[in-house]
T-cell receptor, first 113, second 111 residues
Framework: AAGVIQSPRHLIKEKRETATLKCYPI?????VYWYQQGPGQDPQFLIS???????DKGSIPDRFSAQQFSDYHSELNMSSLELGDSALYFC????????????FGAGTRLSVL | QKEVEQDPGPLSVPEGAIVSLNCTYS??????FMWYRQYSRKGPELLMY????GNKEDGRFTAQVDKSSKYISLFIRDSQPSDSATYLC???????????FGAGTTVTVRA
């Protein structure tokens, strides 16, 4: 079965640079969630989109923005990167009308040097 | 204060033992309860999804929810070395779809 696809898997950036993370949800899933997991920490909710509209916002810095496109894939844009942004970034997708069970991708590991 | 508390362990058990994991939460508004398994450097993998109080069984895994005590548990029977991973409980409210995760319990099953 198709799963959530995230790219890239690994990303190395310098401080103050910009990064773009991509997420391709499971086919026919209409909702995408982004989570950030720091070293040794649990995932923290950043932002979500339902039917291409932002549906909820968590502890996402103003330097970050995201959107969901017409094909339901989503991109998380991160600017003015800081050392503290180094983390695993997970995308999850769900079908809102089918219990909204969230399935996670393998994540993008971002290292800011 | 975190919305859901989970003992981070670590937990080390011999192969074949029963693994018992639990989480407590503070707000009765939480109505959906999940357990995810996460291998090192991988994404969380859904193991169990429950809504009501009681038990739900899937193979060697049993999820238990006690809404009156705000307590959820996951039991792994006949544990295998391949069960070695971090187990995360996750909860959410009815009309709020974001998940709140516990800290995760790292389990090692010794062969």
């Amino acid at each position: 079965a198709a799963g959530v696809i995230q790219s890239p898997r690994h990303l190395i950036k310098e401080k103050r640079e910009t990064a773009t993370l991509k997420c391709y949800p499971i086919p026919r899933h209409d909702t995408v969630y982004w989570y950030q997991q720091g070293p040794g920490q649990d995932p923290q909710f950043l932002i979500s989109f339902y039917e291409k509209m932002q549906s909820d916002k968590g502890s996402i810095p103003d330097r970050f923005s995201a959107q969901q496109f017409s094909d339901y894939h989503s991109e998380l844009n991160m600017s003015s990167l800081e050392l503290g942004d180094s983390a695993l970034y997970f995308c999850a997708s769900s079908a809102r009308g089918a219990g909204d069970i969230q399935y996670f991708g393998a994540g993008t590991r971002l290292s800011v040097l | 204060q975190k919305e859901v508390e989970q003992d981070p362990g670590p937990l080390s058990v011999p192969e074949g033992a029963i693994v018992s994991l639990n989480c407590t939460y503070s707000n009765s508004a939480f109505q959906y309860f999940m357990w995810y398994r996460q291998y090192s450097r991988k994404g969380p993998e859904l193991l169990m999804y429950t809504y009501s109080s009681g038990n739900k069984e899937d193979g060697r895994f049993t999820a238990q929810v006690d809404k009156s005590s705000k307590y959820i548990s996951l039991f792994i029977r006949d544990s295998q070395p391949s069960d070695s991973a971090t187990y995360l409980c996750a909860i959410r409210r009815s009309n709020d779809y974001k998940l709140s995760f516990g800290a995760g319990t790292t389990v090692t099953v010794r062969a």
